[in-house]
């Protein structure tokens, strides 16, 4: 197994991958958050549009979802900690 790819919950993650983020926000800070998450995905060479998901039954929760290539783990640990760090963000899948 080379260096980029690794095993997880018993599978072998190879890259490049697509994968879709599902990012949990707070509804009252949606607009802020989209724009930040907007930002942050450019920073990383990621020009997917960010578009909404669902939203929770009370309507405190929206989610938001990011279609990105990731190139490689690093790539992927660096967006993902990026993304989670956005004010508002509650949950990254």
């Not at 072998?12 to 998450?37: M, Q, S």
């Not at 190139?71 to 509650?90: Q, W």
């Amino acid at each position: 197994m080379s260096s980029a790819n690794k095993k997880i919950n018993g599978q072998e993650l190879k890259f490049p991958v697509d994968w879709e983020y599902r990012i949990i926000v707070e509804a009252d800070k949606l607009e802020a958050a989209r724009a930040a998450i907007g930002q942050c995905l450019r920073k990383h060479g990621v020009s997917a549009a960010v578009h909404e998901g669902l939203r929770s039954e009370g309507g405190r929760y929206r989610t938001l979802k990011a279609p990105v290539v990731l190139t490689g783990r690093e790539m992927m640990n660096a967006l993902s900690a990026a993304l989670a760090a956005v004010d508002g963000v509650k949950f990254l899948l």
